[in-house]
């Protein structure tokens, strides 16, 4: 089939879901389709759009030691794990409910990685029995928790610090986590002395050095200072008889929202492995765990407009999608670009699109020139991270639907929320 009208420059970026004859596509598959069978709001992930962006990394690895162990938090849908499991990914997870879900699609737990800053026994437990790769520890007091979990069930957790090496990730400031005004990760001034005290603990075994410094980074420089920081520390360690086979640099690759130039793993890896070569250091594998940029343009975030609605100030289109299906323009003030899905010709207006939720920051996009009539559907673009997994039930509202698109079929991967499943667990008092 033949696009009707040249494809906008923007949707470049986002190759899997394009218009033909003025109806947007997710793959083959016409989105308003998938509105009017299954309702809105409603999530659509593009299965081949979740495979082109592995490929960048598994292309730009090649032979090199990398496991990449994707950052559920972005999407841990299981249909997006599984698919990722297939691929050969390792995952990267923040809970024990996130362990769950690698675990349910069958991850290899060699491959897991567990980072957070506040991990309780039960995790840590839980994580343990499964036989992980390893954990990455941010402070002193969970070394000392960790151990005695790990000792309690006669085993040695593998551990590697989280360091943070004060270096500005330049990105917004709620989603960047290396600067020593952030709770994350342990100063890199102490990371010496705190290596030291977890070769005492009997039940860890110091294997690696992780930092993971922002996220939604379109400029790696920062990355290339924290490595020379972790570079010098690999080399202190070295000194004091602690040999590390691993450096994990944690997440943090930007995606193209608007205008941003993504970055490639393939500048970010050539760099890196010709730094580990000329420091000496060649023999560490390295772990990346990226989310964004495996998900977020792979999905889309349908919704309906419900009522338009012409102020003095402003043009509101009010959606039936909110902050709680989709917070980041609430929470960062995010960009996220929206198509009709039938665009109209005609005149458009500057509208605010916003939801239903009784909150003045519950808008998702503003100021779009749009031509749009009540009814209209929409997709949001650039939600396959950080869209579902920060969903909520304010003002009691479901959660939406997911769905797959493989082609030209679909799958639901994940029913929409009922009224009943949102009461459940509650009761008044006798
Ligand atoms: N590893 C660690 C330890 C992390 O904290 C994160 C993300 C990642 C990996 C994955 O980073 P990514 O490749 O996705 O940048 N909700 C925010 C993003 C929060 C990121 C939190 N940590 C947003 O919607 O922009």
Redesign the pocket.
């Known amino acids: 089939m033949t696009a009707a009208f040249p494809v906008p420059p923007e949707l470049a970026g986002h190759p899997f879901f394009q218009y033909r004859n003025n109806v947007l596509y997710a793959e083959d598959v016409p989105l308003d389709h998938l509105a009017e069978k299954l309702g809105t709001p409603l999530y659509v992930y593009s299965r081949a759009a979740l495979k082109a962006a592995w490929e960048t990394y598994r292309s730009a690895i090649g032979q090199r030691p990398v496991q990449v162990c994707y ?1 559920m ?2 999407n841990s849908n299981l249909a997006v794990l599984k698919e990722f499991a297939r691929l050969g990914a390792g995952f ?1 997870i ?1 809970s024990g409910g996130e362990l769950k879900r690698a675990l349910a699609v069958g991850a290899d737990p060699a491959r897991i990685v567990f ?1 957070g800053v506040g991990k309780q026994a039960w995790e840590m437990r839980a994580a343990l029995a499964a036989g992980v790769m390893g954990f ?1 520890v941010e402070s002193e007091a969970e070394l000392q928790r960790l151990s005695d979990v790990a000792q309690d069930m006669g085993l040695r957790a593998r551990v590697s610090l989280r360091v943070n090496p004060d270096v500005d990730a330049q990105t917004h400031p709620y ?1 960047s ?1 290396g600067l020593k005004e952030n709770k994350f990760g342990i100063p890199i001034g102490a990371a010496l002395d705190a290596y030291r005290s977890a070769r005492l603990l009997p039940g860890l075994e110091i294997t690696g050095l992780d930092c ?1 410094i922002g ?2 980074l379109t400029d790696i420089s920062p990355y290339f200072d924290a490595l020379e920081k972790l570079l010098d520390l690999v080399d202190d360690l070295d000194g004091i008889g602690i040999r590390l086979s691993h450096l994990d640099l ?4 930007g995606i193209r929202y608007r205008d941003e130039v993504q970055p490639s793993p393939k500048a970010l890896l050539d760099h890196v492995f010709q730094r580990l070569q000329a420091r000496g250091q060649g023999h560490l594998q390295l772990v990346l ?5 495996l998900v977020g343009n792979a999905g889309v975030l349908l919704t309906t407009v419900q009522y338009l609605k012409h102020g003095e100030a402003r043009n509101f289109a009010i959606v039936d999608a909110a902050m709680n299906d989709l917070l ?1 323009p609430a929470l ?1 003030d ?1 960009w996220h670009g929206l198509r009709p899905l039938r665009p109209r010709a005609g005149d458009t207006l500057e509208y605010d699109v916003v939801g239903p939720v009784c909150e003045s920051a519950d808008w998702l996009a503003r100021q779009r020139a749009l031509a749009l009539e009540q009814g209209d559907v929409l997709a949001l673009e650039s939600a396959g ?2 869209g579902m997994t ?1 969903a909520g039930n304010y003002n009691t509202r479901p959660r939406a639907a997911e769905v797959m698109v493989d082609g030209g079929h679909y799958h639901v991967v994940r029913q929409r929320e009922t009224l009943d499943d949102l009461l459940r667990g509650e009761s008044t008092l006798p």
Do not use: C
């Open positions: 950052g938090k972005a990267d923040v980072s990455n989603i986590t993971h996220s939604q944690g997440g943090g690759l765990e990226p989310g964004r940029s980041r960062y995010a991270a950080y920060m």
